[in-house]
């Protein structure tokens, strides 16, 4: 069974600082990929990226950066210099590739960042 | 690319009435569309999957009768929720994933409707 742990309920952080979020993963598939969703508070779910298992690349988009570590099943997503408006929860979500044309999300719990001026 | 619309935003209904929400992928054909339910403070919860032109398949725990689900087009999937109680109140959201091109593993989700009933 697929299962994502979000342990951070809630982050505060000060504007301009830096701010990780953990994600943790398990899956017995070896295809997989991996999601981070965005919902600030209209309700929203934006998607931010989407990664699949057989790329560990890093990557980098503006002041949002993501680390996938297989070794250790996690997929963190960094938010840096971070502004007022990346108040939100955040989702990470995990589907295994589908097998009849369609695959399901799990999704983790959330984690609520609060960037205060 | 890749626009989910929901209508109606929001609505108020009185218990014993039905509610129809809308979901609609604006610039993509979605051969499924996902619907999925959040209370306050909480992750999203799976409700059911809806493929076009046939039934949706619903999760462990959800009503097929109270909760009724069409998908007759490409662009287009309704959840029903018959003869709404206060404890069905919550925020339901839809997704898509598009029929072909390079995110067809990609869920796009509608800005969610908020329903409450009295």
């Known amino acids: 069974a697929q299962k994502v742990t979000q342990a951070q309920t809630e982050i505060s952080v000060v504007e301009k600082e830096d701010v990780t979020l953990d994600c943790v993963y398990e899956?017995?598939?070896?295809?997989?990929?991996l999601f981070w969703y965005k919902q600030p508070p209209s309700g929203e779910l934006v998607f931010l990226i989407r990664r699949n298992s057989f790329d560990e690349q890093n990557e980098i988009s503006g002041r949002y950066s993501w680390n996938f570590q297989k070794s250790t099943s996690s997929f963190n997503f960094t938010i840096t210099a971070s502004q007022v408006v990346d108040s939100a929860v955040y989702f990470c979500a995990l589907s295994e590739a589908p097998s009849s044309g369609y695959s399901t999300l799990t999704f983790g719990k959330g984690t609520m960042l609060l960037v205060s001026p | 690319g890749a626009v989910v619309s929901q209508h109606p935003s929001r609505v108020i209904c009185k218990s014993g009435t039905s509610v129809k929400i809308e979901c609609r992928s604006l610039?993509?054909?979605?051969?499924?569309m996902f619907w999925y339910r959040q209370f306050p403070k909480q992750s999203l919860m799976l409700m059911a999957t809806s493929n076009e032109g046939s039934k949706a398949t619903y999760e462990q725990g959800v009503e097929k009768d109270k909760f009724l689900i069409n998908h007759a087009s490409l662009t287009l999937s309704t959840l029903t929720v018959t003869s709404a109680h206060p404890e069905d109140s919550s925020f339901y959201i839809c997704s898509a994933t598009q029929t072909s091109g390079p995110r067809t593993d990609t869920q796009y989700f509608g800005p969610g409707t908020r329903l409450t009933v009295l």
């Open positions: 899956t017995r598939d070896t295809t997989y990929y």
């Open positions: 610039d993509f054909q979605a051969t499924t």
